[in-house]
Structure formats: structure tokens, C-alpha cells
């Protein structure tokens, strides 16, 4: 079986590890988490890109045979470079989720959270409006829930007001789906929802990205030879710390060893 490389700047990326993991068990995978350097959003392009290519290289001398971007700051400034500097696949985060928010929305009014650097980029409005080019999109950058995930800090009053004050300037713009565009956000999915109400559809990046995963395997079934053993998965960080391992415990629903790389 062709095994997977999943990076992010820290512990968002295992939300797409989990979907990878319940959408396709046979496939081994391994995982890292820059924990040391996260987070990736409020860096430049250029630092988060030389990121991206050592954490890509870690993964491939791991054994990595297809690399999943699982941080959309990283997905949305260095994806170039990875396809011009590695000749594995590489699948990042904001198309699947753009294409599935093109698919769900009524209205065409889109609204988009990430990070600085995933929000500064514009790929998101650019990959919509290639879609859909009436699609009004609306974007807010919220550079505190990355650490606030980070730190655990996933139900705490003060993260709910953080959330709102967020979420304000999107509410008064009646839009109908919402892109979590950070693989962070998965775990704030019910505030977030709370926050901007039930009508409003949520789009999950780490989902999406599993079921493009999916279907780029249907597209490529040479790249899996089943080898009948149960397959290896492994987390690798760059920092071991308590709030990490609470974390992935938390994602994954059960004990998660992660390994300090
Ligand atoms: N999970 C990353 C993302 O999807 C967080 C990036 C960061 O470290 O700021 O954007």
C-alpha cells in the first residue's frame, strides 16, 4: 500500500490524519507535526514555503510515498514549490474544500476563515471564482485559534468570545457556507457553528481532503498493492509537549504516541 505523508505546523493536520484514517484504514500513513515552529500563518510565504519543503523531506525519508499539505497556510503558499521540487504527488487542502463549498452553496455567498497567511493569499477567492466566477466570497483572517487549539483552550470562555468577535463581520453578510480553511478549526466546529448559526453550512478542509485522497486513489489504483498486513501509522512532532499529546488525544478519540522526530 502506498503510504501517506501528512504535515501541518502543528496538531491540525491529524484532523485530516483522523479522516484519512476513517475514510481509507488499509493505508499506512506518517505524520508530522511542526510543533516547534507553529504557528505557519502569521509567517511570510517565504519562511513558511522553506518550512514546508524540510518538513517534505522529512516525510519522504520516512518512506512517504504521496504527500497530504495538511495546513492550509502551507497548501496555499507553497504548494508550487513541493510539485516543483518533488516528483511524488502532493495533494493539498483548498481545492477539495472550495469545490465542495461551490457545490453546497445556494446562494453563492461563501465565507472563508483561516489564517493570515491562507487569507492574505487569496487562492480561496481565486480556486471559488474559478468555479464560480458570480460566487461573492467574504473572508476573515483569525490568527489567535491556532494557538488557542494549540494550547487546548477548545472550550474555554475566553475562545468563544475570541470566536464571536471573529465571526461578527461575517454574520451581517448572509452568506449560506462557511470554510473552515484552516485544519485547525475542525476542532472549534461546534462554537463555530454555534456562533454563526445553524443555517449556515460549515465546510470541513480535512474532510474533503480525505475524499480527494480517496478519489485520486480510485484515479491511480497502481499505487495500491495491498500488502494483507495491518498498516503502520506513526506521529512524528518536532516538539513533545503535554498539550500536544492532549490534543491528539482529544482528535483521534483514543491514546496517540507521538514521537519527537
Ligand atoms: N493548520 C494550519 C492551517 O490549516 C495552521 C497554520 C498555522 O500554523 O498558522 O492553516
Known sequence: MIMIGIFDSGIGGMTVARAVEQLLPELPLVYYGDIARTPYGSKSAATIINYSLENTEFLLKQGAELIIIACNSASSVATEALRQEFKVPIIEVISPAAAEAV??????????IGTRATIRSGVYEQTIRELAPDSQVVTQACPLLVPLVEEGWTNR????????RYLHPLKDQQIDTLILGCTHYPVLKELIQHRIGRRVSLIDSSIETAKALQRFLAHNPDLIKSTGSSPNHSYFVSDLTDAAQAMARKIFQRPVELRLA
Request: charged letters at 35%.
Open 103 to 112: 457545490r453546497q452553496s445556494r446562494s453563492g455567498r461563501i465565507g472563508i
Open 157 to 164: 470562555q475566553e475562545t468563544k468570545m475570541i470566536i464571536r
